[in-house]
């Protein structure tokens, strides 16, 4: 079941939050720490929702989050219940000081299948296969959102803006290197950019990108 309903982020002891205007153990029958996949505009995350007592919860919301959203302004905000949180950061042996490599050069790669476009970007940025990436992922086909995309960098130790940079149709001068939110008729397409070359098997102009990722090399 999808909940929905509308509220303002508000900022308490520097972390940020959106209080659940109901009470979620009768709405909901559980309590605890509950586990929800949560929606906020076009930006999909997992988290677990903080308990306050007496059913009431807030919805803890990442700062890479709230840089992509306007904090002032009341937003439209739906979660569900999940079983658990396929998150895959918190056990990787792998951090900013010590990634899995330095960014240096690029190997193009492609993949047989579709609807892994991220998890390509992913590939190349790291030297792994797809396979690999999409079993550390934990994302099928067509199930590479852009906070999974984000969570696989942290994973990896690959730095990156913590903000996604909305082109809005305007020319740009891209990052050296970055992946690219590129709009498709039906479903938006991922693909990775390094010193003026776009390693991606579909053709596409500037005038078609949404928004992209800087990664540092």
Not at 121 to 141: F, H, N, P, W, Y
Request: aromatic share 12%; hydrophobic share 35%.
């Amino acid at each position: 079941m999808i909940y929905s309903f509308s509220e303002k982020i508000f900022e308490q002891g520097k972390r940020h939050f959106i209080k659940i205007p109901f009470n979620v153990w009768e709405e909901c029958g559980q309590k605890g720490l509950i586990p929800v996949k949560v929606y906020i505009q076009d930006l999909i995350f997992e988290c677990r929702l903080v308990p306050k007592g007496a059913g009431i919860y807030y919805i803890p919301i990442s700062k890479s989050v709230t840089n992509q959203i306007n904090n002032s302004d009341e937003i439209s905000i739906s979660f569900n219940l999940i079983r658990g949180l396929t998150r895959i950061n918190h056990d990787s042996p792998y951090t900013l000081e010590n990634p899995i490599r330095k960014i240096d050069t690029i190997q193009n790669v492609t993949y047989y299948k579709d609807g892994y476009c991220g998890q390509i970007c992913i590939a190349m940025l790291t030297g792994l296969s797809v396979e690999e990436i999409t079993e550390i992922m934990q994302a099928k086909a067509w199930q590479c959102s852009i906070s999974k995309l984000i969570e696989t960098l942290d994973y990896f130790g690959i730095s990156h803006n913590e903000k996604v940079i909305y082109t809005r149709g305007r020319e740009i001068v891209l990052p050296e290197c970055c992946i690219v939110n590129v709009k498709r008729d039906y479903i938006n397409h991922l693909a990775l950019y390094y010193k003026g070359k776009y390693y991606d098997s579909m053709n596409f102009g500037a005038d078609k990108i949404i928004s992209y990722l800087r990664i540092d090399i």
